[in-house]
């Protein structure tokens, strides 16, 4: 914010009577009701003027004493509008131009910068109206005002107007249009204000498209279906949601049959914060979450076993079948965050299923024909509606980590807003010939994102928008789906970008897209791009901090598939200090999902070819892990180990992970990703020790790669990094398994043990701010620990909040290094 001036027009000390202050004020303040906010503030100020829309944000012209126009300016901060937030706030002093009322002025065009709102959840307002059998709105569920309802789902173009919304072909009758032109009424400028007579309704229809019923009675008729054991697919606000009744074992199993889905945890949508509460473990941040406006997806702890409890009342079934989240000690839960969720849990009185409207590896339906057909043999009935959306919308993931909230799926309530960063500075060397050394980085960079997790972003100016969460690229489609947002956020922001950032692995589609579009490219390290994302959302960029990269997969500019990284990032560069030591993936792609194969690597790289010798091994453990395999299997994998054949090298924590899961004696096949290393976690529940497994820094006989900003690929190499040596922990864990420890303290000491080779990275190297970041971070225990630990020591520890650790969070890192001045 600029500093306060005196007005023109008279000497020091004596301002003329009448001054004009000029502002622009960019952030989140379109939707939020900033300008009847403004328009109220100059009423009561007795000043004149305008205020307007704009693409970049909302204009303000007010005459008035300089003594009035400094109050008004002063009061902007703290009395704004909750849901609004100012970015920054640009003003001019200058001479009156004659205004004789204050009003509120039509949009105006330009550049497209303006901050686009999430949706919103309901607000208390709202939600009275809908249950006030004496309100016009009583149970009408598309009933919103100015604080909330739909905002980036049905957004067409900026500036946020009527007219580029998919609101537009619902035209308001005269007591919605009153409401929405009066300055004084929280529904003036309400985009979606529609009413029974005049805005979107609901028709419940067959799996052919037959129409049921409609308005209140297809409500209705879903709850029954719902308490009837069907399978539902009810449109949203970003998409279509498949629901089936939360205590229906039968029920929940069906769902996963038809949806592909064999053992990942559903989510669940509560009828209230009491039933929550009474069925998991709720600490003040997790119930502030759940009713917060972004209303996202909590993982909370269970309390119980949360069996169903059998009654022929339904409202007294307000148990939880075990198929909801097979072997999970945690829930996924929402509450109601839409007129339409909050008449239906009113109805049903008890929890729903409430997953994705999809089959598995595939992105949500938005529209009801898509829907009757991809959702086809899922679906028994669709609840729909004739607001079109315009983008699909997933449901947001949080968990509380170290007492802050962190996103694990970033979508509903928090995409897209921006990420402020520095401006960017020069790129030397550049990673391809058209950007020539010393030429400044292009302002609009298109950043395409990982592989798995997938999201994109732009930068614009200091601002990066990052999209909502795509999701795995793995079908066509997926693929389709990050085509679609790619164009969508273009068109939206009217964006056309002059470089493109992908990640370094030919292989990845997003980064072969980015190859095929005829523009510099400029390709970023997997945990690189991590380490700056973190960096990024936590104010770090231009200081020097090591990272504690560490996730499953990444590709490594030695070849080898990283993963278990500690880079040193300076302004001018980085540098991999050190990682975890290195072995081999039986399978390369398989060993992914069979962490018996990780294991057999691990155990592999421990003995040599004495694991397959005879006789065998005298460890009873090894023994029975390769019982995992038959003989002709186990004679194959002895083959790809000597050979080296489809054999990659790693050094990937999150398959660390894996395989010491697997030796402990936990999962041998997973069915989701990191299936594993979560079970691994939720072993150590309840167990309290310090007490860790050993292990050795050494130095490497490899060289380390050292980057200065975007270098080609590959980099030079330089002297050789430190491996921190996990083989001492392994016979360790080998020790404790074979003396028949309990799984949770093997899996307590394996976690400190890891923190403490953080720890002692961090001394060896010396440098004050730890960055934690990529997916094997959304362990609580572990970053927790780690936070605890280096805090202790006099580090310096930052993690992710708002932009995932996972791979949700690559885009932005990605934008950052293309744009330079880390």
Known sequence: MKGLTKAPGGSAGTPSPKSRLSLTVRGAVQGVGFRPFIYRLAAELQLTGWVNNSAQGVFIEVEGTAQQLQTFLHRLEPEKPPRSSIGSLEYSWLEPAGYTTFEIRPSAAGEKTAVVLP?????????????????????????????????????????????????????????????????????????????????????????????????????????????????????????????????????VRKLRRCKRREEKPFALMSPSVEWVRAHCEVSPAQERLLRSPEAPIVLLRRRGDCEPILSQERQENTGVAPEVAPGNPYLGVMLGYAPLHHLLLAELGVPVVCTSGNVSDEPICIDQREAIVRLAGIAELFLVHNRPIVRPVDDSVVRVVAGREMVVRRARGYAPLPVQIAPQSKIEPAPEPSLKKGRECPSKILAVGAHLKNTIAIATGSQVFVSQHIGDLETPQAFEAFERAIESFKQLYEFEPEAVACDAHPDYRSAQFAQNLGLPVVPVQHHFAHALACMAENQLLGEPVLAVAWDGTGYGLDGTIWGGEFLLVRPDSWQRIAHLSTFRLAGGDRAVKEPRRVALGLLYELFGDELFGEPPLPNSQISALLHDFFPAELKLLQTVFKRQINAPVTSSAGRLFDGVARIAGLRKICTFEGQAAMELEFALHGIKTDENYPIELVKSSRESISQSPNPPIPAPPIANPIVVNWKPMLLGVLEDVAAEVPVGKISAKFHNTLVEAIVAIAKRVGENRVALTGGCFQNQYLTERAVLRLSSEGFRPYWHQRIPPNDGGIALGQIVAARGGW
């Not at 619902?170 to 309400?190: G, I, K, T, V, W």
């Not at 209140?216 to 949601?241: D, M, P, W, Y």
Request: proline content about 6%.
């Open 119 to 251: 949706d919103i959840s309901t607000c208390s307002d709202c939600l009275r109206e809908i249950l006030d059998p004496t309100n016009r709105r009583y149970r009408y569920p598309f009933t919103n005002c100015t604080n909330c309802g739909p905002r980036y789902s049905i957004i067409e173009a900026l500036p946020y107007d009527r007219c580029n919304t998919t609101m537009k072909r619902f035209q308001m009758c005269e007591q919605c249009r009153s409401e929405y032109e009066n300055p004084l009424d929280r529904r003036f400028h309400a985009q979606p204000n529609a009413c029974p007579t005049c805005g979107p309704h609901l028709e419940l229809w067959d799996s052919t498209g037959t129409v049921l019923a409609t308005g209140n009675r297809a409500l209705l008729s879903t709850v029954e279906a719902i308490c009837q054991g069907k399978i539902v697919a009810v449109k949203g606000l970003g998409g279509f949601h498949l629901m089936v009744l939360a205590s229906s074992g039968e029920a």
